[in-house]
């Protein structure tokens, strides 16, 4: 069964702290892993693809256990337009088959 | 950039009624998806197209259909609409193995 899981918040967060959000995935056979960003009313849209080797786009690092099977996001400097929801997607294979969204974490940053 | 546009933001519709939502993308993508988002249950996958008038049932299918005369459109299809259909619906479209462009969503109303 596919699954996702994510900690639905909502985390109230200081402007200026950092915040970090973990994920985890059921299916070892899962093969590439993103954080998209929705905000309210709004489509979701690619924060950042999630490499073994962790990778840092300015203030966002994400990084993947594969042992573990779980995901996770680190926004440093948090900024009031950080606030929005955030969602762990899966995809299980190289196909075309559709990702796998978690329920997305709410985060609000306070100034 | 992709966009992915969806031709209607916000349908009411009757009980009983046909419904076709439009998606149209401009960048040459193979992959196609229609998503409904609900509050508390996330977003799940109806149903994807990796080729013209290729198509494969996601994890929801039931209630619906889907047509790809064109690569670049993607249509879903509601062959009788029930309240339990009120959604939003969101369409993407992809290259192998990325992430997903999302179009603006269609909130349904289902009267």
């Known amino acids: 069964r596919k699954e996702v899981e994510q900690d639905p918040g909502p985390f109230n967060v200081p402007e200026g702290a950092t915040v970090a959000f973990n994920c985890t995935y059921s299916n070892s056979a899962s093969q590439s892993f993103f954080w998209y960003r929705q905000d309210c009313r709004k489509e979701p849209k690619l924060l950042m693809s999630v490499y073994s080797s962790g990778n840092e786009d300015g203030r966002f690092t994400a990084q993947l256990n594969r042992a573990s099977q779980y995901i996770s996001l680190l926004i440093r400097d948090s900024k009031l337009s950080d606030s929005a929801t955030y969602l762990c997607?899966?995809?299980?294979?190289?196909?075309?088959?559709?990702?796998?969204f978690g329920k997305g974490t709410h985060l609000i940053i306070q100034p | 950039d992709v966009k992915v546009t969806q031709s209607s933001r916000y349908l009411v519709k009757r009980t009983g009624e046909k419904v076709f939502l439009e998606c149209v993308q401009d960048?040459?993508?193979?992959?196609m998806f229609w998503y409904r988002q609900d509050p508390g249950l996330g977003l799940r996958l109806i149903y994807f197209?990796?080729?013209?008038?290729?198509?494969e049932k996601g994890d929801i299918p039931e209630g619906y259909s889907v047509s790809r005369e064109k690569k670049e459109r993607f249509s879903l299809i509601l062959e009788s609409a029930s309240t339990n259909q009120t959604s939003m619906y969101l369409c993407?479209?992809?290259?192998?193995?990325?992430?997903?462009?999302f179009g603006s969503g269609t909130r349904l109303t289902v009267v």
């Open positions: 997607v899966v995809k299980m294979g190289g196909g075309a088959d559709g990702l796998t």
């Open positions: 197209s990796y080729d013209v008038k290729m198509k």
């Open positions: 960048m040459d993508h193979e992959n």
């Open positions: 993407a479209s992809s290259v192998w193995s990325y992430g997903y462009t």
